[in-house]
């Protein structure tokens, strides 16, 4: 559901050094005799309980609580799921498919749910000389005025089966298109993070959409996490009725893991003297990655030497792509750097196709999203909204990277969405109007909104 990093899959170099010869990325998929069990369920007292797949496990589930709560779900021996979330545990024992019924049990006893009968169509089209798998999810009765279609990040999951938005959006009136990227689930093709390429598979996947649900009069585009450089760049191959960026960024690769590293010294304690030394890491990273990892290790070199053993170097962890090449030898980069990351441009810079396409726009970012750190993209789109009147940010300020919040309760952590995300999205791509029923969200308007 969430993608593992916006910015580039050489994390894997953070790991032992891979032999010649990539490891494939396996193509799981959930097993075909669950995917009867996704869906959303409608819950006595009014509630709503939606499944998925889960980061592409065979067997795992996944659950989000229209109230609040999300979280995986282990198959246990005698068939049913638990959560694997702090106590009161949530267990559910699925019926037979056909049924459309679960049993949800916790701490305050159980109840029964009713399968939303959302209308599924399955889909192989076409992007260039690859075969890519997708799914419409419509409301009950098939018809949507405005249909979204998913985007993902850089994960490789296969979000036809795990896309947790999907149920969500549908079951709001809102159809939902998503697809196996390429290289990822039932898709063919190889994987790539190359931008150009995902917004020309993007583009063919507005077309099927249309395709499938021809009398839809809005379809647009949702981007989520690296899928947020993509989406603006759809816009420029394709028309498009709206592009919603999320957890996503304004600014490019270098300037999101200078962020990244940034906010890993400042949570570990440093202050601005170290700032500036890590500054000029990042600079010597930079010019490694944007070489495509063929020059500027002599002086990367040199600095790892000249602040070596200093403590602030080993707050820098492998979440950013400074964290990993601090990891690793000029070798190991020069080998396996290239392929790893996946044609990724990391010279890209958003801003100029974002003020540029012609789509409205709206962007819900997290404030504490410490993959995509969000002050620097809030900065540069209040600056572009002077020319942009159309384009909507919206913060909430207690959420991480998925727009997921934490907190500590009497029982542990929990997990969730902020309040009332999915009806404030739902509500934008039907009518345009961004309002928040999340007190603590901040809302900045276009001044057309």
């Known amino acids: 559901m969430l993608s593992l990093s916006t910015t580039l899959a050489i994390v894997a170099l953070a790991a032992a050094t891979p032999p010649a010869g990539l490891d494939p990325v396996v193509k799981t998929r959930l097993d075909p005799s669950l995917r009867c069990r996704l869906g959303t369920y409608a819950l006595p007292d009014g509630r709503f309980l939606s499944i998925t797949g889960s980061n592409g496990h065979p067997r795992d589930l996944r659950y989000a609580r229209s109230e609040g709560g999300l979280g995986r779900l282990v198959e246990q021996a005698d068939g049913a799921y638990v959560s694997s979330a702090p106590p009161p545990k949530l267990t559910l024992r699925f019926d037979a498919c056909e049924s459309g019924v679960v049993r949800l049990e916790n701490g305050s006893g159980a109840q029964l749910g009713h399968r939303t009968p959302l209308v599924v169509r399955e889909t192989v089209f076409r992007s260039g000389d690859v075969d890519l798998h997708g799914k419409l999810v419509l409301p009950p009765g098939g018809k949507a005025k405005?249909?979204?279609?998913?985007?993902?990040?850089?994960?490789?999951?296969?979000?036809?089966?795990?896309?947790?938005?999907?149920?969500?959006?549908?079951?709001?009136?809102?159809?939902?298109?998503?697809?196996?990227?390429?290289?990822?689930?039932?898709?063919?093709?190889?994987?790539?993070?190359?931008?150009?390429?995902?917004?020309?598979?993007?583009?063919?996947?507005?077309?099927?959409?249309?395709?499938?649900?021809?009398?839809?009069?809005?379809?647009?585009?949702?981007?989520?996490?690296?899928?947020?450089?993509?989406?603006?760049?759809?816009?420029?191959?394709?028309?498009?009725?709206?592009?919603?960026?999320?957890?996503?960024?304004?600014?490019?690769?270098?300037?999101?893991?200078?962020?990244?590293?940034?906010?890993?010294?400042?949570?570990?304690?440093?202050?601005?003297?170290?700032?500036?030394?890590?500054?000029?890491?990042?600079?010597?990273?930079?010019?490694?990655?944007?070489?495509?990892?063929?020059?500027?290790?002599?002086?990367?070199?040199?600095?790892?030497?000249?602040y070596a053993g200093e403590p602030w170097m080993a707050a820098i962890q492998p979440r950013s792509y400074t964290g990993v090449l601090l990891r690793r030898t000029p070798g190991e980069l020069r080998e396996f750097g290239p392929s790893l990351s996946q044609g990724l441009d990391f010279g890209y810079e958003p801003r100029p196709v974002i003020e540029t396409i012609k789509p409205r726009q709206l962007w819900l970012l997290g404030g504490r999203d410490r993959q995509a750190p969000s002050a620097g993209t809030v900065s540069v789109l209040r600056d572009i909204q002077h020319g942009r009147p159309d384009l909507d940010v919206i913060v909430f300020p207690d959420a991480d990277h998925g727009l997921i919040e934490k907190f500590q309760g009497p029982t542990g952590e929990t997990t969730s969405y902020p309040p009332g995300l999915f009806d404030l999205l739902a509500s934008w791509i039907l009518t345009g109007r961004a309002t928040s029923p999340d007190a603590r969200a901040i809302v900045e308007r276009g001044a057309g909104s």
Request: aromatic share 8%; net charge neutral.
């Open 146 to 306: 405005a249909v979204a279609v998913w985007i993902s990040g850089s994960n490789n999951d296969p979000d036809t089966d795990d896309a947790g938005w999907q149920f969500e959006l549908a079951r709001r009136g809102v159809g939902f298109f998503v697809y196996d990227k390429r290289g990822a689930g039932a898709s063919g093709g190889a994987l790539t993070a190359d931008f150009q390429v995902r917004a020309a598979d993007t583009a063919a996947a507005v077309k099927e959409a249309r395709r499938l649900a021809p009398r839809v009069g809005k379809v647009g585009v949702i981007g989520a996490s690296q899928g947020g450089w993509v989406a603006p760049l759809t816009a420029k191959l394709t028309p498009l009725d709206f592009v919603i960026p999320v957890f996503a960024m304004a600014e490019g690769p270098v300037a999101q893991d200078r962020a990244v590293v940034e906010d890993q010294l400042r949570a570990a304690g440093f202050d601005d003297g170290v700032l500036r030394k890590a500054d000029e890491m990042t600079a010597a990273t930079a010019r490694v990655v944007r070489s495509n990892f063929t020059q500027g290790f002599e002086a990367l070199e040199a600095l790892k030497l000249k």
